[in-house]
């Protein structure tokens, strides 16, 4: 899993303190940081770019979700 993300973001993290909470490990990579990052957000978005984006090893992502969205899908 991959946390697409900025470090000033509260929902980030908030997402990122659930995901630690329970042992799940993750990548994080900070789309401020890295354009390659931003651009494969903004890909996945029609050309937004919200964070958390959370892209799971099946291909699937969740952006910006509630603490209980990720929970379900963890």
Known sequence: ????????????????????????????VDVEADPAAEELVRSLQEGTRRIPTIVFADGTHLVEPSDDELAARL
């Open 1 to 28: 899993m991959i946390v697409y993300g900025a470090s000033w973001c509260p929902d980030v993290k908030r997402s990122r303190a659930l995901l630690d909470s329970r042992g799940v490990a993750y990548d994080y």
